[in-house]
């Protein structure tokens, strides 16, 4: 053997054993955490508090170093470590709207990670009904998106059942065509309204004379899609993979910057982080000038609305319910003055919660 290659052996023999021994050094350190989140969670403040840190956690983690590791591998294993740790205290259990591999499980998985006990539904409303039955400890429901504005099942139902806000989650939204057929093949393709909505462009220029098809779900859309012939699916890379589909053209939304917010349900106020928000809910008396005078609180004690939507209350009326969205948590000083005014202002008020402002992720 030569000297040089006798030279690389020692070398990558050093490199792998410099990898097992931070391999160990890790494990170490990961139990190190498990055994404090125990702890923490047995603390009066208890585990809901400590679940709703954690997406500020992770990103003060993921902003305290620079290395070859990307954001998004960074997170990922931050996110299955807190949940494993957090399995450890007690179970969790989330409802969101299902399937399997949709977009609202994405946002699950990225809020809670794989370890919680995931329970997908068939609605908006079940997802709700399922935290009013004590069924479940939180909900993920989607609130808005940057193409297609609110979703209105989700607003109705904090009209029906106000239930508390702890989190969000954001997450940046790429389309693909799947199939198990060539482009040139496709005769109809199937998925959720709202998917179909953000690639209808695309769609109209590539395939003009296909029939799209609405379905309840993305992942519905791509397992249809690989068992019919000449069916295509708009839906997620992970349904592609899960369903064994082909990616026939990738990121076909209209908008490159696609994003759908989600609502975190359930669970105690989030920890004032500094960079918060604060949602509320309120009816005002049906006369001129009420929302004026609401509006005038968040002015003078200049606070930044984020969000405001109206929504029709039952009863066909003429009435509205307003969800607003501002700057700051409910135990900020300012914000507590608002909304003690707002309560004066208004015939019903209710406070959905406080919580950290998540950026949009891949």
Known sequence: MSKKRSSDVDTRGKLAKDVQRIDRELVKLMN??????????????????????????????????????????????????????????????????????SYSYLATIERFGSSAELAPVATIAAVFEELNRGHA???????????DGRVVDTLGMFARMPVRICGEVQLRIHHNLLAKCERGDITEVYSKPQALSQCREWLAKHLPTARTVEMTSTAAAAQLAAEKPGAAAVASRLAATNYGLDFVAENIEDNPHNVTRFAVIGGEVGQRTGKDKTAVMFEIPHQPGSLADVMAIFKREKLNMTWIESFPMAGGNSEYLFFIELEGHQTDAKVGRALGLLGKKTVRLEILGSYSTAEPID
Do not use: H, M, W
Not at 71 to 88: M, V
Not at 137 to 147: A, F, H, M
């Open 32 to 101: 190190e955490r498990a055994k404090v989140v125990k702890q923490l969670a047995r603390a009066p403040i208890g585990e809901s508090a400590e679940l709703n840190s954690v997406a500020t956690d992770i990103d003060a983690a993921i902003s305290s170093g620079r290395g070859p590791l990307d954001e998004r591998a960074l997170r990922a294993t931050f996110r299955e470590l807190a949940s494993g740790c957090r399995a450890l205290s007690k179970p969790i259990r989330v409802a969101y709207l299902g399937p399997l591999y």
């Open 137 to 147: 400890d939180y909900g993920v429901v989607p609130l808005e998106n940057s193409t």
